[in-house]
Structures are given as C-alpha cells and as structure tokens.
C-alpha cells in the first residue's frame, strides 16, 4: 500500500511564497516519477510539475519561472516551491506518484492566494 501526504498548503497574500511536500511511503519502486497537479473551483485537473527518480524535471508553462520541484529520494519527498504566487494560483494542489503506468495520489492541500 502507497500512501502520499501533503503539507505546506495555506492563505498567502499575493506575491508572496510558498513550500508544499509530499512524502510517500509503502511498497514504492525506485524508478517512479513524483509530481503535483492542481484543481481550481469549475476546472479540471492540471499538471503543474513533475520529477522523476532519475533527475529529470518539468514545469508547465504557465508556472515556469515561478514554482521550482525538487525531490529527495532517499527520502520519497517532492517538494513544490512556490514564488511569486497570484491569485489564479489558487487551487487544491495534489501530490502524484507514477509507477510504471499506475497513479497514486495524495489528499490535496488547499492553496489560496488573495489579499
């Protein structure tokens, strides 16, 4: 059994920054790739980055040059950095682990950007 648990999330002004993480644990194969997708109120889920075990990364468009991923894999840990934020950053930010062809995903955690 995979389990995936966020923090980090909260109410920030915009401008402002904020850290997510997400630790796995469980029954997890090396060679996976850990990401984070968001959901804002009426839209449908959208991946916003994404690492896999190995050292690659990618970062949607419309966040680059603003979120950084990173991961620790001795410690099953992703981590979302997250700058500059605006208020249409708002949205459930979830935590994705891909194995081979098979998603995990984590609870959410509510991010709000609003002054």
């Known amino acids: 059994q995979v389990q995936l648990v966020e923090s980090g999330g909260g109410l920030v002004r915009p401008g402002g920054s904020l850290r997510l993480s997400c630790a796995a644990s469980?029954?997890?194969?090396?060679?996976?790739?850990m990401g984070w997708y968001r959901q804002a109120p009426g839209k449908q889920r959208e991946k916003v980055a994404a690492?896999?075990?190995?050292?690659?990364?990618t970062t949607a468009d419309f966040v680059k040059g603003r979120f950084t991923i990173s991961r620790d894999n001795a410690k099953n840990t992703v981590y979302l950095q997250m700058n500059s934020l605006k208020p249409e950053d708002t949205a459930v930010y979830y935590c994705?682990?891909?194995?081979?062809?098979?998603?995990?995903w984590g609870q959410g955690t509510q991010v709000t950007v609003s002054s």
């Open positions: 690492a896999t075990s190995g050292g690659a990364s």
């Open positions: 994705n682990l891909k194995i081979v062809s098979y998603d995990y």
């Open positions: 469980g029954s997890i194969f090396s060679i996976n790739t």
